[in-house]
């Protein structure tokens, strides 16, 4: 048998560690030697029997204790189980009233949005002028917006015409530039028809 085997199973029996493997083997031991002597005096057969008595009775305290520890951690288990199911109970409550206040919270919210969102409206409605009133109001506004839709048509027709004229300036710049590259007998040819065009956008 291994070391380790030979030292869990010392462990086993010897339960919490307190010795009583020990106990009974120095029991045993004394009680074959006991036995065994024939040439004992009785004071010390009395004294050895003592020992023996002694050693017993520690040996029925460590199993009783050990009984009344094992009844114990078994009665803590069951008091365990029994307040690990209270526990269980008492979440699953608090979970349900939570999702509860939730709701209640979420309806609130929602009410109180309805309720602002119907002041804000009544306090804009009463905040309007009356029909009279809106209507000259928009006539007054229609009016105002033909005069900016004949301004911007105006504007539109100026800037197409700036731009025309711009277009026909770049184009003048680039003929007079390739007619500086140009022998000098046929500049004076482009340049009339470039002052001749310009003449025609104007």
């Not at 010392?10 to 106990?23: E, K, N, P, S, W």
């Not at 269980?88 to 309720?115: H, Y």
């Not at 209507?135 to 900016?148: D, F």
Request: with cysteine; aromatic share 2%; glycine share 2%.
């Amino acid at each position: 048998m291994a070391d380790e085997d030979v030292i869990r199973r010392r462990l086993l029996i010897d339960g919490d560690g307190t010795g009583d493997d020990r106990r009974l083997n120095v029991l045993l031991k004394t009680l074959i030697k006991w036995c065994n002597s024939s040439d004992e005096k009785p004071e010390e057969s009395k004294s050895t029997h003592d020992r023996m008595l002694a050693q017993l009775a520690q040996c029925e305290f460590a199993v009783t204790k050990s009984q009344l520890a094992s009844d114990m951690m078994a009665a803590e288990l069951n008091s365990y189980e029994s307040l690990s199911k209270i526990l269980e109970t008492g979440i699953e409550v608090a979970k349900k009233n939570i999702e509860k206040s939730k709701a209640d919270l979420a309806q609130a919210k929602t009410v109180r949005k309805n309720r602002i969102e119907y002041d804000v409206l009544a306090k804009v409605i009463s905040e309007q002028p009356d029909r009279k009133e809106t209507l000259e109001r928009l006539g007054t506004l229609k009016t105002e917006l033909s005069s900016l839709e004949a301004t911007k048509q105006q504007v539109e027709s100026r800037l197409s015409l700036r731009k025309k004229q711009f277009h026909v300036l770049v184009t003048s710049i680039h003929q007079l530039q390739a007619l500086l590259d140009e022998p000098d007998d046929t500049d004076s040819v482009s340049i009339s028809d470039d002052i001749e065009m310009k003449d025609d956008m104007n």
